[in-house]
């Protein structure tokens, strides 16, 4: 097998310079006021080829300079057993996303989304200053944001880009981005999440003994992503962070978050775990209460709601089957011609140089992968579940990772795209400074609650 002292090329470096080429290009072409959809570059596309490419040449090296003579057969059966995982975890998945949709489904109708829009309505007020008071964008971008926090991603992506048609409206220069859009956009990267339902159903999937264990650390580190895309975007457009409102929200929250990473600190890890599931029970409980008495009083037939968003948490489940299988076979072989491997032992070496937990080493690949491909991202989590355990930190630190930020290049492809902006101005660098703090919350916090 190789070694870190191997005189051939490191699959880390290979990796890490494609990462590298993806990321300035669309960076240079974004600087040089010219969008790149993510489609014209096939980002996902590429790292696919590049994944299968890399087994293929790692198994070379392995047959023919080290003799390895059953890598190739290894790699073959990860393809059949990749294939037959990802076509098992799809069909697993239809019951609990079906619970969840229904659940959902039942809170949209019975106006949960509004209820949340009108309560940060003061908020968001003096955060889009330039926006006209009563303008009815404010409602469309409060559903959105809310539809996000929920886990309604159906309904928050067509929210969204008619947000974006009315931001558009009252854009000045209809080729460069207003402070509003990219406020807009920047907190909807951020991915701040109430209810983590797919991953919840994943984890589940996978054989978590507590699916929802991870509910707690992810919504704290989705937060402090939030907070500093909040902050970044409030820096570059000169609005006034010591408005009365604005920070009074911000130590509220702020400090609701910190006090419980104190706490979870000043606990055993056994109470910790206890509590911490505790009190992801009775919020996931609560929110279900919340969601059935409110659409009771505004006399909804729950039960037909129910089945309703039911349904298409089946249809949800059979259509991820195809992309979960194509990209977990990739990763498969990726990690059957021992790359993976080398890649996370790399990765550990440094970890251990910077005084980081090593063992955290094997979630750097999700988080590498989140800000250019959610499927990739998710395929990585699931297939650090797999071969790490869904109750180890790795697995659960795959899972904080996938819900803590989103996609950044494909929202910003997308909802630029749709209204024909070409220079994004500070989009991209808050969106990615977002990426950086939630992707160093994610470790801290997982460090300090499965450590």
Known sequence: MFTLCSPYIHPFHIAFSAYRFLF???FSCIYQKKIVPLRSIMVLNYIWIGLILLAVIMGCVQFFVFGQSEIFTEILNSTFASAKNGFEISIGLTGI???WMGILNIGQQGGVVNTLSRGVAPFFRRIFP????KHPVFGTMF???ASNMLGLDNAATPIGLKAMAQLQEINPDKQKASNAMIMFIVLGASGLTIIPTTIMAYRAQMGAANPADVFLPLMIATYFSTLAGL???CFMQKIKIWDKVIIGTILLLTGIMVGMLFAARSLPEATLNTVSALIAAVLLLSVICWFIIQATVRKVNVYEAFIDGA????QTAIGIIPYLIAILVAVGMFRASGAMGLLEQGIGHLFAWMGVNPDMAGAVPTALMKPLSGSGARGMMIEAMATHGADSLVGRLCCILQG????TFYIIAVYFGSVGIKN???AVGCCLFCDLIGTIAAFIIANIFFG
Request: proline letters at 7%; charged letters at 15%.
């Open 143 to 145: 559903m959105n944001i």
């Open 231 to 233: 902050l970044a975007c």
């Open 311 to 314: 349904k298409g948490g089946f």
């Open 97 to 99: 996303l079906a619970l």
């Open 404 to 407: 803590t930020t989103d996609t």
């Open 424 to 426: 994004t101005r500070h």
């Open 130 to 133: 330039e926006i006209p008071p």
């Open 24 to 26: 300035f290009y669309h």
